[in-house]
């Protein structure tokens, strides 16, 4: 596509549900990132891929946050017994490669009840 | 570790006014900085970059001058325009290039009134 796509653009669940998010970069992109914003907080930086490496997973807040990048495009974000901190606008980002300019998607709007 | 502020939104300003959106930042060594963007309904937009002290950033009619001595990195337009209305972070990265991990701001709402 022309753009970062992320599905679904809102989700709403219950607390201690669990959510995939879903992010599909743009089409040549090596480098895959997600971000989180939560309310009244700045942008955080949750997880990094580039092309075939281990990501780099220094920014998840917890082992119930995890990631995968299937054949080095869609990107799955996914949080496991989701709890109400984890209430936030998830944003996924490309790059052509480390380093270079970043692309966003418009977010996943995340509501834990 | 590193840290950026920004002056608290909404800042609601009328069209063809002049904005100011403050930006300090913590971080040792040389770090680069960046205002991103983020229109309403779309992803975020790097608006524009400096990478050393005294480098101003422009773009769009937007400015802002990395100071190092206040640590400071404020977005400036002389002319706002409605068109303007939406969320401005800012951002500082390790590396000098846009895409290497960030650390940002808690943005801030502009809006512009006709």
Known sequence: GAGVSQSPSNKVTEKGKDVELRCDPISGHTALYWYRQSLGQGLEFLIYFQGNSAPDKSGLPSDRFSAERTGGSVSTLTIQRTQQEDSAVYLCASSLFFGEKLFFGSGTQLSVL | ?114
């Open chain 2, 1 to 114: 570790g590193d840290s950026v502020t920004q002056m608290e939104g909404p800042v609601t300003l009328s069209e063809e006014a002049f904005l100011t959106i403050n930006c300090t930042y913590t971080a040792t060594g040389y770090p680069s900085l960046f205002w991103y963007v983020q229109y309403p309904g779309e992803g975020l937009q790097l608006l524009l970059k400096a990478t050393k002290a005294d480098d101003k950033g422009s773009n769009k009619g937007f400015e802002a001058t990395y100071r190092k001595e206040t640590t400071s990195f404020h977005l400036e337009k002389g002319s706002v325009q409605v068109s303007d209305s939406a969320v401005y972070f800012c951002a500082l990265s390790r590396g000098n290039n846009a895409g290497n991990m960030l650390t940002f701001g808690g943005g801030t709402r502009l809006m512009v009134k006709p």
